[in-house]
């Protein structure tokens, strides 16, 4: 596979009704690619659908022969309280599934050649206002510690043939799915503003970036490890809400005070709203992607009118 090449693929996808898995799938199938999911439900004969249960370790290698690559997206929601149970689940869902395609990967005659793998911007903590791209180390907190064994459950391909690629996502804008929709009701009514001091920096991307993003990163190569899927222009809290403002027509003057997030949400308010990370995407810049919305007003706007 060459940047060079355009034959179209045999895709398989985890997480493929998911809100990510759900716009790649349908951009691939689009560009006519052929798209497989994996899926827990029953697949019977269907051959565009392979069956794996992760908590049972199932996943069939010979189901999987003939794929050129695998995305995998699976994962349980962040965007919930963390109380232990969910902080166990949410590690779980990703270190455990991620092995067992690992392991799986291990076992075929025929590997795919690539496989794109979930991960998040995420990993780097809370950096305040400092520049991070793919060279920086990670951070601490529980998603920091989380993504790094996300990441690290890939090992086992890493020592055939596959090339790996991890997904080092931040938030995707889609007024359809995502975080995003969840902002809008109280913007919508001119009652948004910033969170806490607004000054936790924002790492963002449009959706129909992210998705073709991610098929430039089927046909480069030379790309492995992690890449920052994120646009190159992060903003703070408070110049997202400003735009957002702007892009609605709508005042966004108000403040959310830090103590009601932490009040209300606990730990996952705390790393997910109000730490911020400033990441900017180095890898895929230097593979030759060329973002369509690379300021937040034009990304907001282009999500709000899709």
């Known amino acids: 596979m060459t940047t060079s090449d355009t034959s179209p693929l045999r895709i398989a996808i985890t997480g493929a009704t998911g809100f990510l898995g759900t716009a790649l799938g349908r951009h691939l199938r689009a560009a006519g690619h052929s798209v497989v999911s994996i899926t827990r439900s029953t697949v019977g004969t269907r051959p565009e659908a392979v069956h794996w249960n992760p908590e049972r370790g199932e996943l069939d290698p010979a189901a999987l022969e003939g794929i050129d690559a695998l995305i995998h997206l699976a994962g349980e929601n962040i965007a919930q309280r963390w109380t232990d149970a969910a902080k166990r689940e949410i590690r779980e869902s990703r270190v455990r599934s991620t092995k067992l395609i690992a392991r799986v990967l291990g076992a075929m005659q025929r590997p795919p050649r690539v496989w794109l793998s979930g991960s998040a911007v995420g990993i780097y903590g809370n950096r305040g206002t400092e520049l991070l791209d793919e060279s920086s180390g990670p951070g601490k907190g529980f998603l920091a510690d989380i993504v790094q064994a996300w990441e690290g459950a890939t090992e086992a391909a890493h020592r055939g043939d596959v090339r790996v690629v991890h997904l080092r996502s931040g938030l995707v804008l889609d007024a359809h799915g995502g975080a995003l929709p969840k902002m809008l009701p109280p913007f919508r009514i001119g009652l948004g503003g910033k969170i806490g001091s607004g000054e936790q920096m924002m790492s963002w991307i449009e959706r129909g970036d992210w998705v073709r993003a991610v098929e430039k990163l089927l046909r480069s190569p030379l790309v492995k490890g992690p890449v920052n899927l ?61 973002f369509a919305h690379e300021t937040i007003d034009a990304a907001l706007g282009a999500a709000l009118t899709a």
Do not use: C, D, H, W
Request: proline share 8%; net charge positive; aromatic share 4%.
């Open 230 to 290: 994120v646009a190159p222009t992060p903003v703070s809290n408070a110049e997202f809400s400003a735009a957002l403002g702007r892009v609605l027509g709508k005042p966004a003057m108000l403040t959310v005070p830090e103590f009601a997030i932490r009040l209300a949400l606990g730990q996952m308010g705390e790393e997910v709203l109000l730490a911020g990370q400033r990441v900017v995407p180095t890898r895929l810049l230097g593979a030759g992607y060329s």
